[in-house]
């Protein structure tokens, strides 16, 4: 072997792969990591089969020109903003590949960049990679995992760079209201703090609530990178496809590093779907759709001793399990795949310093059969 130093010796692989690959080998109902346990639409498949003659070349660096105003119009119609197609969007390999390049183009050594946990496993690893220092700030179960603002007020420091936000928020489902908009571009007005706001769940938000991208917010708009994906939105996490969007100062220094980490993304997907997002029904309709899978699982537990917590938005549902077990909730998680071949998430893998929470993350994102039969598994402990 030839010695060479890790250059990130203390990350190890995912929960999602830890817990999908015990999933598979004990056989269990698998809903740890975030994906449709059902296929995308029929007329989806068809447009990317159709696509597939003709569009097999590299796409343009920054994304298909007609993708690029397709999602542009989508943000529009839904948001009601105005972005330049050819200068504030672009086309990236997955939500993934957004935070990464967000993190980067903009994170010198040295820089603090402000995340609150539980917070999604990508951010704290790519700010380390930049050389940056993560800084981590708890959310509070027993506060609904809101922000404790004048927490982060008081944290920011000269060394800020930027804060990392996301909602729908994975893993607890809460969401941000227009009040967080406003305190947040309350603290960072007058500062160079730049946001990175992962937006992945956008058109997954409940109860008629509304999703408050800081794309609303001018104050924030200015200083943002928002990440999207396709993935959450049409089912079709496997096509790893999805976008950037950031005012053009940001998008040019975002298109320099995106250029040298995957060039451009697959062009018949982008074909694809810049025709189907041209439809709005394709998104406007998954909110109700999520929100019927996320009242039937929870409807299995009435009357049991796990205790839900809300879930606004996202298509997860996290669940207390503090009369049930005393167990670290990594352990109960490996037992519950092993012995009634259901998995989940603990949450504390999503916190620098766990809390000492007895809570367990369930995807909801499955069909109505395995979600009952999960249920009923569930609430025999
Ligand atoms: C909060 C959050 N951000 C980003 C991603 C990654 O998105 P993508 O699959 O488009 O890379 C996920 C996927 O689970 C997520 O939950």
């Known amino acids: 072997m030839i010695s060479f130093p890790s250059k990130q010796a203390q990350v190890q692989t995912t929960i999602f792969t830890k817990m999908s690959a015990l999933a ?8 740890s990591q975030g994906f449709p346990g059902f ?5 989806l498949q068809a447009l990317l089969a159709f696509y597939s003659k003709g569009h097999n070349q590299y796409a343009p660096m920054a994304g298909v020109p007609v993708f690029k105003q397709s999602i542009a119009d989508k943000t529009s119609l839904f ?14 390999s997955g939500a993934t590949e957004a935070l990464f390049c967000a993190i980067h183009c903009c994170v010198f050594p040295g820089d603090e960049v402000i995340m609150f946990d539980p917070s999604y496993d990508a951010y704290d690893p790519a700010v380390r990679l930049a050389g940056g220092i993560p800084i981590h700030l708890s959310m509070d179960a027993k506060n ?23 909602s729908p928020h994975n893993p ?34 409940f109860d008629g609530q509304k999703h408050y991208s800081v794309l609303l917010h001018p104050e924030l708009r200015q200083r943002s990178f928002v990440c999207g994906s396709f993935g959450k939105t049409y089912h079709i996490t496997g096509w790893k496809i999805g976008y950037c969007l950031a005012p053009e100062y940001l998008t040019k220094e975002f298109q320099k590093l995106h250029q040298w980490v995957t060039f451009s993304s697959a062009t018949p997907l982008q ?49 207390d399990y503090q009369e049930i077990s005393d167990e670290k909730d990594v352990d109960l998680a490996e037992r519950l795949t092993k012995e009634i071949k259901v998995a989940s998430i603990p949450i504390s ?18 069909s109505d059969e395995v979600l009952l039969e999960a249920a009923h598994r569930l609430v025999q402990l």
Not at 79 to 92: P, R
Not at 356 to 364: E, H, P, Q
């Open 271 to 319: 074909y694809a779907l810049s025709d189907y997002l041209k439809e709005p029904s394709h998104y406007l309709g998954l909110s109700d759709f999520y929100q019927r899978k996320r009242d039937l699982f929870a409807s299995a537990f009435e009357g049991s001793k796990w205790k839900l917590l809300p879930s606004h938005g996202s298509f997860f549902q996290c669940m």
């Open 172 to 205: 607890t489902g809460s969401i941000w209201t227009e009040n967080d908009l406003e305190a947040l571009a309350e603290i960072v007005k007058g500062t160079n703090i730049l946001i990175i706001s992962d937006e992945v769940y956008e058109h997954i938000v």
């Open 39 to 43: 296929d995308c639409s029929e007329e």
């Open 24 to 31: 598979a080998e004990h056989g269990a109902l698998n809903l």
């Open 79 to 92: 948001y009601g903003i105005d972005l330049d197609a050819s200068k504030e969007v672009t086309v990236v």
């Open 349 to 366: 893998v999503f916190y620098e310093k766990a809390p000492g929470d007895t809570i367990l993350r369930f995807c909801f994102a499955k």
């Open 144 to 166: 609904g995992f809101q922000i404790d603002w004048e927490e982060l007020a008081r944290t920011i420091t000269p060394k800020t760079r930027a804060i990392m936000v996301n």
